[in-house]
């Protein structure tokens, strides 16, 4: 596609419901980055992806995170037991991989768990 | 570990003055990436600096690389609403070829 894109764009859920936050990167890029970012504050690393493999994995908070790439292409974080805490806009974004390249953030899903 | 340390957090300017945001990294770079976040938005890339010394402009926009590769500034000329924002820099982490160490973002408010 065109540019990198989040479904949905807004979540409301309730404590202790799981949720799945989907990003479509820009075809061909191989690399696709989640970010959180809560209110006023700066980008926190959660996971990437070097085509379906994700290396480093370090910035998921707790192990109620998972995500999933398939096909090189699509990825899906999934937040099982949501807390109040997880609120946040979630940010993908995604690259062509190699070294020297800017990132493209999609719009993000905003998440409030109720 | 590697830090990039951004200043400063915020910063406070009347509509047509200038404004400067700063990055220095604990180590040397082979590149600094710069990203604007409007209010509500998302981070959008601006520019990648490479060489040694390098400085580049957009319109009022110009952006420095520091001759020893470890610094890097962002200044605006004559501030207007649409520059309003969160300005962040982004370097590359050095144990992987991917993934980018982000400053923490200097927030651009025009006073009323």
């Known amino acids: 596609g065109a540019g990198v894109s989040q479904s949905p764009s807004n979540k409301v859920t309730e404590k202790g419901k799981d949720v799945e936050l989907r990003c479509d990167p820009i075809?061909?890029?191989?690399?696709l980055y989640w970010y959180r970012q809560s209110l006023g504050q700066g980008l926190e690393f959660l996971i990437y992806?070097?085509?379906?493999?994700?290396?480093?994995k370090s910035g998921l908070p707790s192990d109620r995170f998972s995500a999933e790439r398939t096909g090189g292409s699509v990825s899906t974080l999934t937040i099982q037991r949501t807390q109040q805490e997880d609120s946040a806009v979630y940010l993908c974004?995604?690259?062509?991989?190699?070294?020297?390249?800017?990132?493209?953030f999609g719009s993000g899903t905003r998440l409030t768990v109720v | 570990g590697q830090q990039v340390m951004q200043i400063p957090q915020y910063q406070h300017v009347q509509e047509g003055e200038d404004f400067t945001t700063y990055c220095n990294s604990s180590?040397?770079?082979?590149?600094i990436q710069w990203y604007k976040q409007r209010p509500g938005g998302h981070p959008v890339f601006l520019i990648q600096?490479?060489?040694s010394g390098e400085v580049k402009k957009q319109k009022r926009l110009t952006f420095q690389f520091g001759e020893a590769k470890k610094n890097s500034s962002l200044h605006i000329t004559a501030t207007q609403t649409t520059d309003v924002g969160t300005y962040f820099c982004a370097e590359p982490a050095m144990d992987s070829n991917y993934q980018l160490i982000w400053g923490a973002g200097t927030k651009l408010i025009i006073k009323p």
């Open positions: 180590t040397t770079l082979s590149n």
């Open positions: 600096l490479v060489k």
């Open positions: 974004a995604s690259s062509p991989g190699q070294g020297g390249y800017g990132y493209t």
């Open positions: 075809s061909g890029h191989t690399a």
């Open positions: 992806f070097q085509g379906n493999s994700a290396p480093d």
